[in-house]
């Protein structure tokens, strides 16, 4: 982005080269304002997903927990169910 008008009044009382120093220190102002927010800008991006990964490990370990005592309890419960089985039919 540069800044390509100067007010006349403002070009004469600073002279040419005044003026384009102005000018050119706007632009290196405005170049420096742009990289600042964009650095900012992703930092607090970073930052957001860093939060976001480890609430979703943590998620994932959870279910993963849950998962295991069930498939756990679904094991136990098919062996007491054959083994009443085997009992019943095999054992008199």
């Known amino acids: 982005m540069s800044i390509v008008l100067l007010p006349e009044i403002l070009r004469q009382k600073l002279g040419e080269d005044g003026a384009r120093e102005l000018v050119n220190l706007l632009n290196a102002s405005a170049k420096n304002n742009k990289e600042d927010t964009v650095e900012f800008v992703a930092e607090r991006i970073e930052r957001r ?36 089985l085997v009992k019943v039919f095999l054992v008199k």
Do not use: C, P
């Open 49 to 84: 997903l860093a939060e976001m990964k480890a609430d979703i490990e943590a998620r994932i370990s959870a279910l993963e927990t849950r998962l295991t005592w069930r498939l756990f309890a679904f094991w136990i419960g098919q062996a007491a169910f054959f083994y009443g």
